[in-house]
């Protein structure tokens, strides 16, 4: 079984810095397709894509983080990042990390609704960005 656990939310002043992590167990199927991603949800809102990479290092990110967030992969310790820089109180959200492992579009926003064709899914840790 897939397990995700986030770590790394936290309070911070509008401007500032977080590193989420997300560490990786159990999964037995073959790297090659896997897409990994991050993703957020608001009180009250949809949820939404951030960033997702691939296998081969490819990535896609939400017009509303480029530039400051950064998606990385480490295969050495099994670890999904987002390094967020220049946080917003727009950013405040619960994020989640999520991951497929069937081939199909990796995309922060396709296919369908954010998120809807990731099959495995972290606990989510809050960020919360002040004014």
């Known amino acids: 079984q897939v397990q995700l656990v986030e770590s790394g939310g936290g309070s911070v002043q509008s401007g500032g810095s977080l590193r989420l992590s997300c560490n990786v167990s159990?999964?037995?199927?073959?790297?090659?397709?896997?897409?990994m991603g991050w993703f957020r949800q608001a009180p009250g809102k949809e949820r939404e894509g951030v960033a997702t990479?691939?296998?081969?290092?490819?990535?896609t990110y939400a017009d509303s983080v480029k530039g400051r967030f950064t998606i990385s992969l480490d295969d050495a310790k099994n670890t999904l990042y987002l390094q967020m820089n220049s946080l917003k109180p727009e950013d405040t959200a619960m994020y989640y990390c999520?991951?497929?492992?069937?081939?199909?579009?990796?995309?922060?926003?396709?296919?369908?609704?954010?998120?809807?064709?990731?099959?495995?899914w972290g606990q989510g840790t809050q960020v919360t960005v002040s004014s």
């Open positions: 999520a991951a497929k492992y069937d081939g199909s579009w990796c995309h922060y926003s396709r296919p369908g609704a954010p998120g809807a064709t990731f099959k495995y």
């Open positions: 159990g999964y037995t199927y073959s790297t090659y397709y896997m897409c």
């Open positions: 990479i691939n296998r081969d290092g490819s990535t």
